[in-house]
Each structure stands twice: as structure tokens, then as C-alpha cells.
């Protein structure tokens, strides 16, 4: 069984232009996320997919496999779709390129869950300690059944504390592995209600009845969404950052 690590690499980000390509500690993002991603232990082979010649040309500089895939995806999953048509695979997983420090132990944990649910799509959250994370819409919260599968995903606080204060919340992170056959049947769906109302296209598996595994790690995803963000990734990247 063929694992295929898939980091998309959109140069149009509304925020934050040519992002891939902003220097962290040296290096371009998206070759700080790919030295990471190559890492794994788990993975066979790992792709960067990208819109961009000036990211096929930065990422040939550090021996990456490059793939030019369409600039009308709406999303990393089908970006990664159109991957699948050009590269071999089994399993594909869906990697953040804007996560440089994404850690390889959590890419192996849910690759092994994969592997033991060929069935599902695997994902993973972490718990919340901060209120503010809590409130924020920009963190997606994921509450899961008793078997760890999702049951919701929302920008919401949930579930809604009414009658007791023993609960925990737990934070999405944007990181899929998906088989190849529910990858490429999921991208075909149109957009559902839920996901265009919490612009969260997850969603989309749930309402049309897909399963999706959820793996509780102590990792945190630390994303860079502003140029303002390399200085805190660069600070965690020396060990001086400690909020």
C-alpha cells in the first residue's frame, strides 16, 4: 500500500501573497514543511502541488517532485484530487503548507490509523485550554463520538455548556488523510448546507455520510497565516517562544 504526503501550495493567498515562498530561518516555507513532511517514517513518497512556476522552480532547487495542478480549486482536497490522476497512490494524506513546524510523529500516528480503518477518512484535533481559542472563530472546534469519529465541526463553541462545566474542547487541525477512492468520490459531491453556512468543507463528508476518524494528539498546529506570523514560528523554532 502506496502513502502519498500531498502539500498543496497556493501562491494566491488573499492575506498573505506568495506565502510558500516567504523565508523562515533561511529557507522558503515550502521546503521547511517538505523537510519535515520527509521525515515520516510512513510516507513513500511526498508531492508539493502547486499553482505557481515560481514555486515548481524553487521546489526543483531542493529535489522536491513538483506537480502544476489547476488554479480554479477551491480547496487543498482538490488540488490533491487532481494529484492523484498524475501520481501513484493508495493513501493520500493532505499536508498544510503553511505549517513549517508540522511534526513527523503525528503525520506516522495517522498514517497508522489509516491503515487500520481503510474506510475512513483520518484527521486529528488537540485540546483547548485557552477561552480565547474557545471563542475564536478562526479555530475550528470538532466534537467525536465515543468510537473517536466526528460527529460535527464547527467555528462555534461546542458543544454549548448548559448543564455542567466538565467539558473539554478540542481544536481541529486541518490535516486529512484520505483513501484514494473516497478522496476522489468526495471531491465530485457539490457543496453542501452545512459546509457553505460554517465555510468548512469537511462538512461536506459528514452530510453525505462519510466517516471520518479523529486522532487526539498533544500536537498543535502552528499555522502562518500573516507575514507577521514567521516571527513567532522562527521564535518556537529556537525554543524561545512560550504562549
Known amino acids: 500500500m502506496k502513502v502519498v504526503g500531498v502539500i498543496p501550495a497556493r501562491y494566491g493567498s488573499t492575506r ?17 514543511v517538505f523537510e519535515q513532511v520527509k521525515r515520516s517514517k510512513k510516507i513513500d513518497e511526498v508531492v508539493i502541488a502547486t499553482d ?60 497508522q490509523l489509516a491503515e487500520e480503518n481503510p474506510d475512513h477518512v483520518i484527521t486529528a484535533c ?34 454549548y455548556q448548559r448543564n455542567t462545566t466538565d467539558i473539554s474542547y478540542y481544536k481541529h487541525l486541518g490535516i486529512y488523510c484520505y483513501p484514494k477512492h473516497i478522496l476522489k468520490e468526495y471531491v465530485n459531491l457539490p457543496q453542501s448546507p452545512l459546509e457553505q453556512a460554517e465555510s468548512l468543507e469537511q462538512l461536506r463528508l459528514i452530510e453525505n455520510g462519510y466517516k471520518l476518524k479523529v486522532l487526539q494528539t498533544h500536537y498543535d498546529a502552528v499555522g502562518v497565516d500573516t507575514p507577521e506570523d514567521i516571527a513567532k514560528v522562527e521564535l518556537i523554532m529556537e525554543g524561545k517562544y512560550n504562549d
Open 16 to 32: 498573505f501573497p506568495g506565502k510558500p515562498l516567504a523565508i523562515i530561518k533561511g529557507k522558503p516555507m515550502i521546503q521547511q
Open 52 to 111: 505557481h512556476l515560481e514555486i515548481v522552480r524553487e521546489a526543483e532547487k531542493f529535489c522536491a517532485r513538483v506537480v502544476m495542478t489547476s488554479r480554479e480549486h477551491e480547496s487543498g482536497s482538490d488540488r490533491i484530487a487532481e494529484v492523484t490522476g498524475i501520481v501513484e497512490g493508495d493513501i493520500f494524506i493532505n499536508i498544510q503548507g503553511d505549517e513549517p513546524l508540522i511534526h513527523p510523529s503525528l503525520i506516522d500516528e495517522i498514517i
Open 126 to 159: 488537540t485540546k483547548l485550554e485557552s477561552t480565547e481559542e474557545i471563542d475564536d472563530p478562526n479555530v475550528v472546534k470538532v466534537v467525536t463520538s465515543q468510537k473517536n469519529e466526528a460527529l460535527y465541526f464547527s467555528r462555534s463553541p461546542i458543544p
